[in-house]
């Protein structure tokens, strides 16, 4: 949709979400289901071990010397009883997930000397790519819209004139969101690199060779057997990707340690060119990065913040426009950028609502389930006109980090999924303070929670993000105990500024 303004400039405006209470297709529903079902056997398991046990307790020492003696002439029974222990038993150990902890993570605080605020952005829009007037205006009108504040970090590339847009430039930049986070990360923790046996870096758009893994590995001198996995071309929902690799990875090797590492670089992915549909990117990302350490060691229990409880992903790759709605490519005069979609809201609601759909059965309480399930089959029933029953998730959840792609979509998943400011308040001032840092920023929205001293052992916290594919991807934690704000918190020197107030 565009909006003429009195100046001629036409500025993009996003469409609105699809309502979610039209279209919910029940195989969604059907595959939350699954999920559960698939523990099922360990769930019936577990309560008649349980109350074995309980009966094994009350047992007298004349009750044992009696079941021997009946034993002793009953072979048959012995066997039977001893096969289904052995099965159930062996079946129980190799259903049996691994818990997976978070013991702490790190967000890069860029430096005051990279600060890159509204002013400065302008004139280094116009002195890096010389637009004219009518770029000039849209590009101001955007930012006035963006959400963003004026404390926002970009690269030393774009602090020097002409810009530096060379590989040694990407590389240091690199370098520094890397190292920076990962050093913090190490002291607070007090995990040496050399313990750490799997390694997960996601960075969409700046793969060079040697790759990222293979830096960090260089710097910190990682042992040799790492299992270490580079992750390009997946866009913002990708450190939920990483997340959930380190995950798989971490149920099949005992007694590690998994750092994941997200970022975006910016250094080689300016977008010089005029058309509007690329040039929004510019306005929106910011400079950023987050590490976090898991755990699957049972001792790290006790000092860990939170646990893993469920990684759902969904994937809309198949349909061509959700495919094409974040496109990396040459315009018509050959300059690469990152086009957006007109329909790119519509494709992210729609991919919102297949992956809550399936997340739900997970996560809602049973009251909730069968009011969206009776409502579900009634209208496939009867009347196609019945609206689904749309699951409160705040019964759920008690946090809230959605990704700061950008004010629209914050905007439309408070209006579709009646969340109040306070739930969107981290969203919304993470984008305001540190702008759009791609896949590390839900890690900086969970850090201005833990800010404002909000997190309570048994909370539950709710990570989504969106990213190029199409993809949406969630990741459900358990706080482990009340989190404390840390010294590495990147809110720490201004928190208490905070939330400011926005012109929405």
């Given at each position: 949709?565009?909006?003429?303004?009195?100046?001629?400039?036409?500025?993009?405006?996003?469409?609105?979400?699809?309502?979610?209470?039209?279209?919910?297709?029940?195989?969604?529903?059907?595959?939350?289901?699954?999920?559960?079902?698939?523990?099922?056997?360990?769930?019936?398991?577990?309560?008649?071990?349980?109350?074995?046990?309980?009966?094994?307790?009350?047992?007298?020492?004349?009750?044992?010397?009696?079941?021997?003696?009946?034993?002793?002439?009953?072979?048959?029974?012995?066997?039977?009883?001893?096969?289904?222990?052995?099965?159930?038993?062996?079946?129980?150990?190799?259903?049996?997930?691994?818990?997976?902890?978070?013991?702490?993570?790190?967000?890069?605080?860029?430096?005051?000397?990279?600060?890159?605020?509204?002013?400065?952005?302008?004139?280094?829009?116009?002195?890096?790519?010389?637009?004219?007037?009518?770029?000039?205006?849209?590009?101001?009108?955007?930012?006035?819209?963006?959400?963003?504040?004026?404390?926002?970090?970009?690269?030393?590339?774009?602090?020097?004139?002409?810009?530096?847009?060379?590989?040694?430039?990407?590389?240091?930049?690199?370098?520094?969101?890397?190292?920076?986070?990962?050093?913090?990360?190490?002291?607070?923790?007090?995990?040496?690199?050399?313990?750490?046996?799997?390694?997960?870096?996601?960075?969409?758009?700046?793969?060079?060779?040697?790759?990222?893994?293979?830096?960090?590995?260089?710097?910190?001198?990682?042992?040799?057997?790492?299992?270490?996995?580079?992750?390009?071309?997946?866009?913002?929902?990708?450190?939920?990707?990483?997340?959930?690799?380190?995950?798989?990875?971490?149920?099949?090797?005992?007694?590690?340690?998994?750092?994941?590492?997200?970022?975006?670089?910016?250094?080689?992915?300016?977008?010089?060119?005029?058309?509007?549909?690329?040039?929004?990117?510019?306005?929106?990302?910011?400079?950023?990065?987050?590490?976090?350490?898991?755990?699957?060691?049972?001792?790290?229990?006790?000092?860990?913040?939170?646990?893993?409880?469920?990684?759902?992903?969904?994937?809309?790759?198949?349909?061509?426009?959700?495919?094409?709605?974040?496109?990396?490519?040459?315009?018509?005069?050959?300059?690469?950028?990152?086009?957006?979609?007109?329909?790119?809201?519509?494709?992210?609601?729609?991919?919102?609502?297949?992956?809550?759909t399936t997340l739900g059965p997970l996560v809602l309480p049973i009251s909730e389930q069968i009011l969206f399930f009776a409502t579900l089959v009634a209208k496939k029933l009867f009347n196609a006109k019945i609206k689904p029953y749309i699951p409160d998730f705040k019964l759920a959840f008690e946090h809230f980090c959605i990704h700061a792609g950008g004010r629209g979509v914050i905007?439309?998943?408070?209006?579709?999924?009646?969340?109040?400011?306070?739930?969107?308040?981290?969203?919304?001032?993470?984008?305001?303070?540190?702008?759009?840092?791609?896949?590390?920023?839900?890690?900086?929205?969970?850090?201005?929670?833990?800010?404002?001293?909000?997190?309570?052992?048994?909370?539950?916290?709710?990570?989504?993000?969106?990213?190029?594919?199409?993809?949406?991807?969630?990741?459900?934690?358990?706080?482990?105990?009340?989190?404390?704000?840390?010294?590495?918190?990147?809110?720490?020197?201004c928190i208490h500024k905070y939330p400011v107030k926005l012109n929405l």
């Amino acid at each position: 949709m565009k909006n003429s303004l009195k100046t001629g400039v036409q500025v993009l405006q996003p469409r609105r979400l699809p309502d979610f209470s039209r279209c919910v297709k029940l195989k969604y529903v059907k595959l939350g289901y699954h999920y559960l079902i698939s523990h099922l056997l360990k769930l019936c398991l577990v309560p008649v071990m349980a109350a074995l046990i309980v009966q094994a307790s009350s047992l007298s020492l004349d009750d044992i010397h009696q079941m021997w003696l009946q034993l002793e002439y009953n072979l048959v029974s012995v066997v039977v009883f001893s096969a289904t222990f052995v099965f159930g038993s062996t079946v129980y150990v190799m259903t049996l997930k691994r818990s997976i902890y978070l013991v702490d993570y790190a967000c890069y605080l860029p430096p005051q000397h990279l600060k890159a605020d509204h002013r400065y952005f302008m004139e280094y829009a116009k002195e890096a790519a010389d637009f004219d007037e009518s770029t000039m205006e849209f590009l101001r009108k955007i930012m006035e819209r963006s959400g963003l504040g004026d404390e926002t970090g970009a690269p030393p590339s774009m602090h020097c004139f002409p810009p530096r847009t060379s590989m040694a430039a990407a590389r240091q930049e690199a370098e520094l969101v890397m190292f920076g986070a990962l050093d913090t990360l190490f002291a607070s923790t007090n995990v040496k690199p050399r313990d750490v046996g799997i390694l997960v870096v996601n960075c969409s758009l700046f793969n060079p060779t040697p790759s990222l893994t293979a830096m960090i590995i260089n710097k910190y001198k990682m042992r040799g057997n790492i299992k270490s996995f580079n992750l390009s071309g997946m866009g913002c929902s990708a450190g939920v990707i990483a997340i959930d690799l380190a995950k798989d990875m971490l149920q099949v090797h005992r007694n590690s340690y998994a750092v994941v590492f997200s970022t975006e670089n910016m250094t080689q992915n300016w977008y010089s060119g005029t058309e509007k549909s690329m040039l929004i990117s510019n306005c929106l990302f910011r400079l950023g990065g987050s590490a976090v350490l898991l755990s699957n060691k049972s001792g790290d229990r006790r000092q860990s913040k939170y646990k893993l409880i469920h990684v759902v992903r969904t994937h809309c790759g198949a349909n061509d426009k959700a495919f094409k709605c974040v496109y990396q490519e040459e315009d018509n005069v050959g300059k690469i950028g990152v086009s957006l979609s007109k329909d790119l809201m519509a494709i992210a609601g729609n991919a919102l609502k297949t992956n809550i759909t399936t997340l739900g059965p997970l996560v809602l309480p049973i009251s909730e389930q069968i009011l969206f399930f009776a409502t579900l089959v009634a209208k496939k029933l009867f009347n196609a006109k019945i609206k689904p029953y749309i699951p409160d998730f705040k019964l759920a959840f008690e946090h809230f980090c959605i990704h700061a792609g950008g004010r629209g979509v914050i905007d439309e998943l408070e209006k579709n999924m009646q969340l109040s400011p306070l739930h969107v308040e981290a969203s919304r001032m993470t984008l305001h303070r540190f702008g759009n840092t791609s896949s590390s920023s839900i890690w900086y929205e969970l850090a201005y929670t833990e800010a404002k001293c909000r997190m309570r052992k048994g909370d539950r916290i709710w990570q989504i993000a969106f990213g190029s594919g199409f993809k949406c991807n969630s990741a459900v934690w358990l706080a482990l105990k009340n989190v404390k704000p840390s010294c590495s918190n990147p809110w720490e020197d201004c928190i208490h500024k905070y939330p400011v107030k926005l012109n929405l």
